[in-house]
């Protein structure tokens, strides 16, 4: 049985200022993890790694994710959630920099792993709750979407300063790429140490939230864990909901090598130039996400979110294909480079939707939380085997051009899987009695 207590409401200013502090960490936290979006081939080159070795640590940090989704949710209800997420940043900001040295292999296997307890075990669920904690009753999707929107806003700018850093240091022959490289690594790991420092300071803030005496309450009744954790898995609404994220994941990190896609294709696109167009694609993120969330308020997240899903894998055959056709170099970097901002485009209206269709699910409030855990550990699992397929696949292809090709194909087919799914859960969720739904906010 749920507790209830009544709590007094924070003040909306207390609330946004806060939201946006969490947004500005979402923002800087996660890309310096994922440089190779923009940065790839000079990673590889600069770690003097190959594409397999480069796919083995994003897969021990994907392995580290998997495993700390779930438990990162109960750490959250142990531990005040701006503690922890001023843990993240100063962690992650530190072993940044231990990355900037450019070490060894087997320090990046740990540097890799390192970050995914920082970002996945300590700053996921915390944010999560931190932001239902801040919003009121039925303002969590606006919360969420100001979060997600403004992550990519965030990470937008932060990838144009560094973008911008990264041309002025290697020049115009891209003569000095590492050392662009070490200062781009330098500004985000300094970023997020510096922000730890401002979580810190608003640590005693949120001890004086009045909605703590409800976490605690609830925390006394949470003694069910294996038994809720059962009634979860036996929902068929959490599978095809972690199935649609897998699939909006999978084409969320093919658009990872788009960069390395353009210098690969003998097209004469240097680093800076594959950079620029994969940043124009970062600034997407903000327009696709509230853009994406906007539509799918008026005509239906499913509906929305199967026809962001279809378009996006017609985009990445376009890009496939289009390479093949007899047209000259410039039209064709041209529809690459359409092809690029329009999968992007549609790939972040997708995450946009990713927790929104989380409303469809039968589970009580008492228990949303562990599923989304369970969700989370689901359909963020191709965090682990992805990057060994794609370098794999990058390692033993002819060339690099059909190895990004054959990958982008593979990313196609499990985008099905989640059109599929999108199918299957309209039909549930159209045949169910209207009085059983009862809509649960996403948090």
């Given at each position: ?96 920099l231990w990355y900037s040295t450019l070490p060894s292999y087997t320090a990046l296997l740990i540097i890799f792993s390192g970050w995914g307890v920082t970002t996945g075990l300590t700053f996921w669920g915390a944010v999560m709750k931190r932001i239902k904690l801040l919003a009121s009753k039925n303002e969590a999707g606006r919360f969420y979407g100001i979060y997600d929107g403004g992550r990519g806003l965030v990470e937008s700018i932060l990838a144009s300063i560094a973008l911008y850093i990264f041309s002025v240091t290697v020049g115009p022959d891209d003569t000095n790429i590492v050392q662009g490289l070490v200062y781009v690594i330098h500004m985000y790991s ?254």
């Amino acid at each position: 049985m749920e507790n209830r207590v009544n709590k007094t409401p924070i003040k909306n200013s207390n609330r946004y200022l806060q939201i946006l502090l969490l947004t500005i960490a979402g923002g800087a936290i996660y890309p310096m993890l994922y440089l190779r979006q923009i940065y790839q081939d000079t990673m590889i080159h600069a770690f003097n790694i190959s594409h397999v070795q480069l796919g083995e640590l994003y897969s021990v940090m994907g392995l580290l994710f998997f495993i700390c989704y779930t438990p990162s949710g109960w750490l959250a209800d142990k531990i005040k959630p701006m503690k922890l997420i001023t843990l993240s940043l100063l962690g992650t900001g530190l072993l940044g920099l231990w990355y900037s040295t450019l070490p060894s292999y087997t320090a990046l296997l740990i540097i890799f792993s390192g970050w995914g307890v920082t970002t996945g075990l300590t700053f996921w669920g915390a944010v999560m709750k931190r932001i239902k904690l801040l919003a009121s009753k039925n303002e969590a999707g606006r919360f969420y979407g100001i979060y997600d929107g403004g992550r990519g806003l965030v990470e937008s700018i932060l990838a144009s300063i560094a973008l911008y850093i990264f041309s002025v240091t290697v020049g115009p022959d891209d003569t000095n790429i590492v050392q662009g490289l070490v200062y781009v690594i330098h500004m985000y790991s300094w970023f997020c140490i510096f922000l730890a420092g401002v979580c810190f300071i608003c640590i005693s803030f949120e001890s004086k939230q009045p909605e703590e005496k409800e976490e605690k309450q609830a925390k006394v009744n949470n003694k069910s864990l294996l038994k809720d954790l059962g009634y979860i898995l036996r929902q068929p609404e959490v599978w095809l909901i972690a199935i649609i994220i897998s699939s909006g994941y999978h084409l969320f990190w093919s658009t990872y090598s788009f960069s390395g896609y353009l210098q690969s294709g003998g097209w004469g696109l240097t680093a800076v130039m594959a950079g620029t167009i994969t940043t124009i694609k970062l600034w997407l993120r903000p327009v696709g996400g509230v853009g994406g969330g906007f539509l799918g308020d008026k005509f239906g997240n499913i509906k929305v979110l199967t026809h962001a899903l279809t378009l996006s894998a017609l985009g990445l055959v376009g890009l496939i294909c289009i390479p093949s056709v007899n047209l000259p170099a410039n039209v064709v970097v041209g529809f690459c480079i359409f092809f690029i901002l329009f999968v992007g485009l549609l790939t972040y209206a997708v995450r946009g939707l990713y927790w929104a269709i989380i409303e469809n699910l039968k589970v009580p409030e008492s228990k949303l939380g562990l599923a989304i855990g369970v969700i989370s550990a689901i359909g963020y699992c191709p965090d682990i085997f992805i990057p060994l397929i794609n370098g794999y696949i990058m390692d033993y292809a002819p060339d690099q051009k059909t190895g990004y090709q054959l990958y982008f194909s593979y990313t196609v087919v499990m985008a099905c899987f989640g059109i599929v799914a999108c199918y299957v859960l309209k039909q549930r969720v159209s045949v169910r009695p209207a009085p059983a739904v009862t809509p649960v906010t996403v948090e």
